[in-house]
């Protein structure tokens, strides 16, 4: 069917709005000129810059294994929540428990952030790396436990039946047949733990410590001091690693959601 | 042959191997199952039918440990089933679903069970090939489930809950997929199968055809409750109720006032000859269509009603005549087609004679 030209300037605006400003961002990532502004010709050399910058890279070290560390995390307690809520015998509350699981999801950051800072600080543990994971594994964890719910909800439930009818505990239930089937979404669920903990700021901010400096936090200190053209290319870089996590978990998604 | 003598029902020497005693079930404050007893003996095929919602389904998942009896004792072979968990039961049960695993191939599917009990592999292996072959799906194994069709599916269902060799087979709708041709070669091989290995069936259905035709027994349910258990033959010809009566086959029932040998069953018409001991009173008379006999003239009978023909229906092999007799009660009556063209006398608006003999209907008084 041939799209009316309503339909395409409203679409051509629609996304231009959308991603006009991270084209213009991913363009001046290869700027010649110092001047952030103003264009001076074709080049990579801030990425080079970039990579010889002992403090970016220590952030992004930083950035990746608490990525990694909090989505692994934030995917076990998730899968496991959702198992529960879902699968789990009724009791008393399971509504209020189910819904707030979802509550983080619209929770302000500030808020979050200022929470856990004050758990941290309550419980005397040093602020680090290691709070800065055990802070997005919480976060993480309830889109984990809204994606892998969402695939238990359409599970036949007749399927793990089956295995404990057949001789398996209720681990090898779990395991050998209801795991394999929504390993999909839980793979899904991974992904967007990894891919919200890259991009974190505000969160990270408050429960981070000496030391401990994510990526968009070093963007963020090294901006207020004036934009380089060395930040572009950092943006740009994760911005398509931020793509690359979305675009995959959503392609595992749609891939469950097609098995029966 | 000696199947007409398998009826260990009637043997007192014979154990039950499955007893249901005195089994409740409630769901909050619904009651789905409400004081079942039954006895189901080694060998048999024995039938749950009756209406969705009745409770057959929860009697079964009982069965196999899905459901916890709220009161009453289940047991198998003379143990309580109580607190014996769904895997460590000798019974294996085939879904409605089938519930086969999605990402395991054929093969796979009917070894898991083996595979739980810890069999060597060459163990494992000569008892799916063995399972593979009674179902005849030996080409099929390296498939995985979406690869093949419903009836091969079904099949695959079947081999897979029969693998551990359970003393009891639990079958829940297990040909309600099917179309009906499918359903009722499935049917014959379901009853060989069977017969073959030995194992004790039982199987949940709402379809009374599939009922008569594999089972030994049934047991006919209604809310919760069992209306009669017995022999398909027993069901159809001694129906214990109206209820029973009308669920399995087609009946006509004619209510009224039974003084012992006649029922009175409209002002000024001749009461109905009938042979029964049934206790006088309010009673219904069960007539089965094709035990009523058509005619244009008055047939010398024990019983004759006049009537007129307000609908035919024609099956091929057999025509059911609707008639309208007097007091406006309609009765279906059935004839074989046995000759070409035979029963083209009688036609719409015909008056024709129904008529039975004294042993033909059976008093109900419930």
Redesign the interface.
Known sequence: MKMSRFNVVSLTLGFAFLYLPILILITYSFNESRLVTVWGGFSTKWYGVLFQDERFLGAAWVTFYVAFISASIATVLGTMAAYVLVRGAKFRGRTLFSGMIYAPLVMPEVITGLSLLLLFISIGLDRGGFTIILAHATFSMCYVSVVVSSRLVSF?R??E?????????GW?AFR??TL??IAPAVAAGWLLGFTLSLDDLVIASFVSGPGATTLPMRIFSEVRLGVSPKINALSAILIGMVALGVIVASLTTKRAAQ?? | MTDDVFAPWNDPGQSPLIRYANVTKKFGEFTAIDNVSIDIFPGEFFALLGPSGCGKTTLMRMLAGFETPTSGIISLGGQDMGNVPPNKRPVNMMFQSYALFPHMNVWDNIAFGLRRDGLPKDQVAARVEEMLRLVQLQKFAKRKPDAISGGQRQRVALARSLAKAPKVLLLDEPLGALDKKLRQETQFELVDIQEKTGTTFMIVTHDQEEAMTVSTRIAVMDEGIIKQIDTPASLYEAPNSRYVADFIGDVNLIEGDWRGDTLHWAEGQTPLAVQSDAPVGKAWLALRPEKIAISKDQAKADNAIPGQVIDIAYLGNLSTYVVEIPGGQKIRAQATNARRLSRRDITWNDTVWLSWTSTAGLVLSE
């Open positions: 036949d007749s399927l039946e089956a295995a404990l009818d057949l001789g398996a505990t090898q050998l047949v394999p089937i098995r029966p």
